[in-house]
């Protein structure tokens, strides 16, 4: 950072020297109608241009550096667990962030929101983490950002559904295939196990926020009361065959 501002005050000085350059000594009555000559030299104008560019290489290399720590640190918080395809989905979150980051590059409230996201998964803060990555892919990006928003989100729900709800009594292979189809991008095929998770009478009611927090935007309206009465039809079901 030292050297970020050690960098910015080159470009600062420089560009004062252009706009404050000594004034052309007036020979005539007629010399305040002449276009005054530019103070700058072109070796001042190309010592700016590279002050900029070292400052902007500066913030994105240090940038690519704190993405990557925290690609391995999103490793890293899953390396002693046991669940294979919470390992898997982890190590691809980590690829697809550093991938974002990058594309971000200097865009500093973007970086900001995604690093902040990301964050918050590590603090197991998850509604506040799947909070701000959907606000990221509904920001102004480009469409290859877009993509490799809504692909870091994917893996983000993913792993958040498999490491709150694989252990809810005998909804494992639900939970496991809710998750792959969350990873792969197929929110029509994740439909049908999340309504069926949704719908247990175990879970608390922040376990439901969350499914909401994580579903509710990518996931057609009525979701959840459509699951509460798949949930009544088999209960009774249940009821008539005692």
Do not use: H
């Amino acid at each position: 950072m030292k050297r970020n501002a050690l960098l910015s005050l080159s470009v600062l000085s420089l560009t004062l020297a252009i706009g404050c350059g000594d004034k052309p000594a007036e020979s005539s009555s007629t010399s305040s109608t002449q276009p005054a000559k530019p103070a700058a030299t072109e070796e001042i104008k190309q010592a700016v241009s590279k002050a900029t560019e070292e400052v902007v290489a500066e913030v994105q290399k240090q940038a690519k550096a704190a993405y990557a720590d925290l690609s391995q640190q999103l490793l890293a918080s899953t390396k002693g667990a046991s669940d294979e395809l919470l390992k898997n989905i982890s190590t691809d979150l980590g690829a697809r962030v550093q991938k974002l980051s990058e594309s971000l590059k200097t865009n500093e409230g973007l970086t900001q929101q995604l690093g902040a996201a990301v964050n918050a998964l590590l603090g197991n803060q998850d509604g506040e983490a799947v909070g701000g990555l959907s606000s990221l892919t509904a920001a102004k990006l480009t469409p290859e950002q877009t993509t490799l928003a809504k692909e870091v989100y994917n893996a983000a729900a993913a792993l958040v559904t498999q490491r709150n709800f694989s252990s809810v009594e005998g909804m494992n292979t639900d939970v496991s295939q809710l998750a792959t189809a969350v990873w792969k991008g197929n929110y029509t095929e994740a439909l049908p196990p999340l309504q069926k998770l949704y719908s247990q009478s175990t879970l608390t009611p922040q376990q439901k926020d969350l499914l909401g927090a994580t579903f509710d935007r990518f996931m057609p309206a009525g979701w959840k009361e459509s699951a509460g009465k798949l949930q009544q039809g088999l209960d009774a079901l249940k009821g008539f065959g005692k």
